[in-house]
């Protein structure tokens, strides 16, 4: 490989490594929002919220080394999408959900496209934590809905039938 093109790969790991990260300071953004909304809620488990807002932040700080050790300069302005999240009914959760899910779809475009400590970093840290938010979340949302409507999930009597 030539020179020229190890610094083509390198700056496409920092383009990447910043994508991932404006992407991480958008859900930082969005988890701390949601706690803001959830203040003296019960439907919502704010320590949860607090973890989830804490390894985005983990990740913001970690993917921000990786591209200073590649020589680039980290990004300092999130991304947009789910930054306004409100933890006020399920299809703002559910917000929160597509937002995890598509941090997922990131790495996971990205897993394979990295070298070194970048590899490690999304591979073994950063893919399975995202993992566990989507379940994590999915387990939110799902305990909203119970919340709201106790009988979610049981069947109904239709018309004309009786209990």
Known sequence: MTAAADARTQSEGI??????????????NAWKHALRSAENRRTVDV?????????????????GVVVRQLGGIPAS?????????????????HELLEGE????????????TLEGDA??????ELIPRQRRHVTDVT???????NKKDPNAGEARPGPGETT
């Open 101 to 112: 899910e598509a941090g997922l779809s990131m790495y996971e475009a990205m897993d394979g």
């Open 139 to 145: 387990a939110l949302l799902a305990r909203l809905m």
């Open 47 to 63: 320590p949860e919220i607090l973890r989830f807002a804490s390894d985005h932040q983990r990740a913001v700080a970690a993917l």
């Open 77 to 93: 302005l999130a991304a947009t999408a789910g930054a306004f999240a409100l933890l006020v009914d399920a299809a703002t959760v």
């Open 119 to 124: 590899s490690d970093l999304v591979a073994i």
């Open 15 to 28: 383009a990447g490594l910043n994508f991932l990260l404006r992407g991480e300071l958008a859900a930082v």
